[in-house]
């Protein structure tokens, strides 16, 4: 359900889950398959990782830049003196910082069929990449440079984490790559970590690997969430503290029916232990045409957005999440619904 407080009408795709267990913490239409952007550069980390383990492809291989690979925007390489980077720096490159010029030489390389083609042997549902990446997109070409859903990057996610994205050693070259991203602006926001130094060893009690993607009209995050050894509080029991009308009369007509209640409520509090979370968020609006003065950006509604964004990350870490109206809605704890 869109949020009331929108200014403009956005769709949205929500979803994480708990990858060990397969409870799903949020959902909201999950299945929605909307623009996507850079998420869709996964899918290139991923069949140039497999093609580094069959040896089709030396990751050390100088791979030069072509007139048809130009492209500005995100990334660093355009900006570089070399001409050639190995196919492995590609990678780091593309992981890090987005980027668009590594991207589409890598795909040149790549080839986009395998890269479909390796999307569908390892049974990879939701999660498409339609074309290289554009400054503009004509009559000609795909609308968009990729779509997905966020079931399907959660499950893709939570696959990556054990290792079941076409091996144990490519899951983990891909998660390797995405270590580094330094973009921390949209969900991640919420959990104050360095967007230049925050892998494992730089912050030990929360471990974030994920990807994000911007366009006009469009914001979008997944990744992994691993918090360790963290209290949480029964949301149900806050819940009935907070909204229950019978509850809260209660307490304001009695000074120990507060005691009594927080005493109830920590009967209810827990500890996890690292805990690791499959996320995705995606948003997708209507923008007017470039030309358009109301089209500038950041705009009211992309703040809103990053806003609500940050809102999810943050209660994805403490069991409760927003719904956008004022109130909070409780974990959904289903464990049938593992991808």
Sequence with gaps: MEPSWLTTPVEWSVSAIDVRTGDILVEESADRVLPCASLGKVLV???AARQFQARSLDPNQPIGRAPEDAVGDSGLWQDLRASQLPAADLCVLVGAVSDNLATNVLLRTLGLDAVSATAHAIGLEG???????RDKRGPGHPAHLATASARGLTCLFARLHRGEIVSPAVSETVLGWLAANTDLSMVASAWGLDPLAHRPADRPHLGLVNKTGSDRG????TGLVTVHDRMVHDPVVRSRMVHDPVVHDRVAHDPMAHDRMAHD???HDRVIHNQTIAYAVLASWEVGPRSAPEASEPSRTVLEVLARMAAIGGQLTVGVVPTGDGHDRPVVSRASAAP
């Design 218 to 221: 469009v914001r979008a995050e």
């Design 265 to 267: 409520r920590m009967a």
């Design 45 to 47: 980390l991923i069949e």
């Design 127 to 133: 999660v498409t990449l339609h074309d290289q990446v």
